[in-house]
């Protein structure tokens, strides 16, 4: 899977699910003893655990990380097309 570049590098996945985000945060799952979930702090979900929409949950490895969502509010829509085309 070829890089995926989102805004000028604020955003970067790299196809081996090491994604670099300003406004990425994580925090442990409730109930859970090591297992993470990842969020984006710009999504607010007062329905969730840590107040954000997820972009990952229950998370013990990185290999469980999922890509970035489509709805991710610093992708620009050519971005978005170029994320269709890839998968």
Excluded: Q
């Amino acid at each position: 899977m070829p890089t995926l570049i989102l805004n000028l590098e604020k955003c970067v996945h790299n196809g081996k699910n090491d994604i670099n985000c300003p406004y990425a945060g994580s925090a442990r799952t409730m109930g859970a003893g090591f297992a993470e979930d990842y969020f984006c702090k710009l999504m607010p979900d007062l329905k969730s655990d840590h107040g954000y929409k997820g972009t990952s949950g229950y998370v013990e490895w990185g290999s469980e990380i999922r890509p970035i969502p489509l709805w991710c509010p610093i992708m620009t829509v050519e971005e978005k097309v170029l994320k269709i085309f890839e998968s």
